[in-house]
């Protein structure tokens, strides 16, 4: 997917044993209980990210812990943004955005220049930079190995290989790379291994360090795409070919660092890889003239070699309070997206409170290139389909979810009611775009639910499907605290217009796979931007896209077509109206609920150096730097 998918974060106050006591003793009890299972865990996982660091006292490690677990390194194979923040820092992509620069621009990562375009950007050519390596591994059998063009050749058609499965080959297909489309249905048609070494006429290398590209439409915004490490950094098909099928646990690329060891769903461990050519902070900064911080930035950094730091260390912290209570205890060096929960104790107003202030924290708040919606699976027999009934289904839920309430309540006003699918900071993005989206009303709801037939005809309380057949909403969450309070603000709401829904909690990881298999009936996610260009945001309805970035499995004929001219057309007046039109279409047939954009609150301790919220990318580690004598040692 285009755009990278972030973790939901759905929400409900844990409810103790200690409910038949008085209300303030009660409360008592459970905090200091909830306080206790809290450290402990902060000690069992927080404690693990620092134990492999132990043994390196003198290295600059940067520790910090996600809130919700990886599922592998293997590019062509993610699609979660945990995974997509591990994988850039590993792989390199011909392309990145540049660091400082707000707005954002692109800068040559492995390629020497932008690319050559011609035909209308239907070509483009690549020199990709000699002299780079890869980590040494043994899958190079002792040899050093150099990157060259043929890596991301590929690279690409490893996206193309039925075997491989992978759920970002919607994107790749829709560069229509002459040829790539075609091996791909042979390769299914017949039932054959995917042939790597065929030449195709849109992706080929004819020298060492040239790639061309050759595709069947213009894609004026091309570039952008190829500056996504997370997933088009280059991989060695040695290396593929050595692991197999577990390829994901060992990822070998070209990047700052490399992968030291890894406990699946508990520590993630990347240290300074010793093949990373020289390339200084000023490579990848370049701060426009009166962006003061940005200038700051690289005047303390400037001829510094990347990476800063030594080690990344990473936890997995599922639950808030012992994530939060980690970082207040000095474990980690930053928090990122820090909970809800505690935002107006730590930053109230979007200001860092005293107390923190006072111990040298820095917090930062961006509302993020992000959105939290609720995904309908179109093919489900209760909400999904075209007839009108399903719409009026969709449409009523819609209305019935208080966005403010969440906002308010949850997620303690982190977030700004959504209208459309398209994010901030990207092109397409309007803040004057307003729609039904962004309207409660359980007064509309109710009636549209009565219009088409959704009656509560036994008079148990709720409503039936039009031919009287029971209606229960079924809707996938998490096990987590802020999944159970938007479960039950979700339910509340529901109640209010007279419809049923039950919860099925399973991890993240595990509703992202059932989604992609068109197994759930909702579920709410979050979604973030990867590139500068809004349109990635629209491919979660574009049909071919179905099972991969497309969750919903919408697949509307005309949309398509939309879509597909958007891809054309470079951008102007004519672009912006198809936005306008994509975005009235989204709101219509109603496969999602778009709930809100978020705020990103992150708080680094006093000795992280050079922090600065990246946009739309995940690739930043190698640019941060540690005072290793006010950090505390690992406990």
Avoid: C
Wanted: proline share 7%; glycine share 8%.
């Amino acid at each position: 997917m285009s755009q990278r998918r972030a973790a939901p974060e759905l929400t409900q106050p844990p409810r103790g044993a200690a409910a038949g006591l008085g209300r303030r003793q009660g409360a008592l009890i459970r905090r200091r209980h909830f306080s206790a299972l809290a450290l402990a865990l902060v000690d069992a996982q927080a404690g693990a990210a620092s134990a492999s660091t132990s043994a390196a006292a003198k290295a600059k490690v940067f520790r910090y812990a996600f809130r919700v677990a990886e599922t592998g390194f293997d590019p062509a194979r993610i699609s979660d943004i945990y995974s997509r923040t591990i994988t850039p820092h590993i792989f390199e992509s011909l392309y990145a955005y540049d660091h400082l620069a707000r707005p954002a621009r692109i800068l040559p990562l492995t390629a020497s220049a932008l690319p050559e375009t011609a035909d209308n950007f239907r070509s483009f050519t690549i020199q990709v930079k000699p002299g780079i390596f890869f980590a040494d591994d043994p899958a190079f059998k002792g040899q050093r190995r150099e990157l060259v063009a043929a890596d991301y050749v590929y690279s690409l058609k490893r996206f193309a290989d039925p075997a491989v499965k992978s759920p970002a080959w919607s994107d790749i297909e829709t560069l229509t790379i002459l040829g790539l489309r075609e091996q791909r249905q042979q390769a299914l048609k017949e039932r054959t291994p995917f042939d790597y070494d065929r030449a195709l006429p849109g992706l080929y290398a004819p020298d060492r360090y040239t790639l061309q590209l050759r595709l069947a439409e213009p894609r004026p915004r091309l570039v952008e795409t190829l500056a996504d490490s997370g997933l088009y950094g280059a991989v060695a098909r040695e290396v593929v070919q050595a692991y197999g099928e577990q390829t994901a646990a060992h990822p070998v690329g070209t990047g700052p660092f490399r992968l030291k060891s890894w406990r699946r769903s508990s520590e993630i461990v990347l240290e300074r890889s010793p093949s990373y050519r020289e390339v200084h902070y000023e490579d990848e900064a370049h701060p426009e003239p009166g962006d003061a911080e940005g200038q700051a930035l690289l005047a303390r950094f400037k001829g510094r070699r990347l990476p800063l730091v030594d080690q990344v260390a990473v936890a997995i912290i599922e639950e808030n309070q012992p994530r939060w209570l980690s970082f207040l205890n000095k474990q980690f060096d930053f928090i990122e997206r820090m909970p809800e929960e505690f935002v107006n104790v730590a930053m109230p107003g979007g200001k860092l409170a005293p107390n923190l202030a006072a111990q040298g924290m820095v917090g930062y708040r961006t509302l993020g290139p992000e959105i939290v919606l609720t995904m309908y699976n179109m093919e489900d027999p209760l909400v999904g389909g075209y007839s009108p009934e399903k719409v009026a289904l969709r449409r009523a839920i819609n209305l019935g979810i208080d966005i403010a309430r969440e906002i308010a309540i949850p997620r303690r006003g982190q977030g700004e009611p959504a209208h459309s699918p398209i994010v901030p900071h990207t092109t397409g993005y309007s803040a004057a775009f307003k729609s039904e989206m962004g309207e409660y009303s359980p007064a509309k709801a109710r009636a549209l639910l009565d219009l088409y037939g959704y009656v509560d005809r036994n008079g148990d309380g709720w409503r039936e499907q039009p031919d009287g057949s029971p209606l229960v909403l079924l809707r996938a969450t998490q096990p987590d605290s802020t999944s159970r309070q938007l479960d039950e603000v979700m339910q509340k709401n529901m109640t209010a217009i007279g419809l049923k829904m039950e919860f099925r909690p399973a991890k993240w990881p595990e509703n992202l796979k059932a989604a992609q298999a068109g197994k759930l009936m909702m579920w709410g996610v979050a979604s973030g931007a990867s590139q500068l260009d809004g349109q990635g945001a629209l491919l979660r309805l574009y049909g071919p896209s179905a099972g991969g970035g497309n969750l919903a499995r919408f697949k509307y004929a005309e949309f398509d077509a939309l879509y597909d001219r958007m891809l054309v057309l470079p951008d102007g007046p004519e672009r912006d109206a198809l936005f306008v039109q994509a975005k009235r279409m989204a709101v219509a047939w109603a496969p999602y609920k778009n709930h809100l954009h978020r705020y990103y609150t992150d708080i680094a301790q006093g000795w992280l150096i050079g922090y600065r919220r990246p946009l739309f990318w995940n690739r930043w580690w190698h640019l941060i730097d540690i005072d290793e004598q006010r950090q505390p040692a690992p406990h």
